[in-house]
């Protein structure tokens, strides 16, 4: 199972015959999926399927780029250099001019290229083509990998984890369809992730919705398109992380929660659906 420990969880035996599943892990590949913007399905032809982001969340983007380029970095310049525009200025407004250009060229510095590569990943369809023998998904990060990236956000935080691992990064991952061995669906407190299942025991999280019924529908027509099983385990139960990280502990505790320690930061919890 995953680095974290686990509470309160059975193997899903329906799925054992496979060996596979019992080699794979069960907890989810992402922890915050809110994050992402949900992606809409589209049936390309009968070789191509594709999952595009919806056009709200590309406009929202869009307009967050106009916003702070138009509105925050431009009037952040003129204020700059207010000495020169208003020489005849009192020395205080210039200083407070200068102020206030330096934190809104400051802000657009972090917002306007987070805009922007939000902007064109977005873009970016996920797809599965049979024609090609490819698909290419949203992220490039292994189970392995999320693991890797923690652990130097870890150090970069001077020691103290800002929670779980996610799958929130940039970048690609294509690979032969053929590779594909079946797809998870799993549940977690307010949404469902669809991952991607691989020969080797591998993961990639390729989508995540709130919600269950919607992605089971799209997982259905996924798994017959691409000709493999699809492995449900919502009808058992959701996941949810139980984080030890309590503020207020950790800022009284001498010396902060080991990190080769993933008790210190929580545990997944298995919650069954009540018959």
Not at 19 to 42: M, N, Y
Request: proline share 7%; hydrophobic share 40%.
């Amino acid at each position: 199972m995953d680095d974290y420990p686990v509470e309160n969880w059975t193997p899903p035996e329906k799925f054992w015959d496979d060996p596979v599943a019992r080699q794979i892990k069960w907890t989810p590949c992402s922890t915050e999926l809110e994050k992402d913007p949900p992606r809409v399905f589209v049936e390309q032809s009968s070789s191509r399927l594709e999952f595009r982001a919806a056009g709200n969340a590309l406009v929202t983007y869009g307009c967050g780029i106009l916003c702070f380029f138009f509105l925050i970095f431009i009037p952040g310049l003129l204020f700059l250099g207010w000495f020169w525009i208003n020489p005849a200025a009192a020395l205080i407004e210039k200083v407070v001019f200068f102020g206030m250009g330096f934190v809104f060229v400051l802000l657009s510095y972090f917002a306007i290229p987070f805009f922007i590569r939000k902007f064109f990943y977005l873009r970016q369809p996920i797809y599965f083509d049979l024609n090609e023998g490819y698909f290419i998904t949203k992220d490039k990060e292994s189970d392995r990998a999320r693991r890797k990236r923690f652990r130097k956000a870890f150090k970069r935080a001077n020691g103290v984890p800002q929670g779980p691992p996610t799958l929130e990064t940039f970048g690609s991952h294509q690979g032969r369809t053929e590779q594909i061995h079946a797809l998870q669906l799993l549940p977690h407190d307010r949404d469902t992730e669809l991952n991607l299942v691989f020969a080797s025991g591998n993961r990639i999280n390729l989508l995540h919705h709130i919600g269950n019924s919607q992605l089971r529908l799209t997982a259905e027509t996924l798994s017959e398109f691409l000709g493999v099983p699809l492995w449900d385990d919502s009808e058992r139960g959701y996941w949810h992380f139980e984080s030890q990280m309590d503020l207020e502990v950790m800022w009284h505790a001498s010396k902060p929660p080991e990190f080769k320690d993933p008790a210190s930061i929580g545990s997944w919890v298995w919650q069954p659906t009540k018959s």
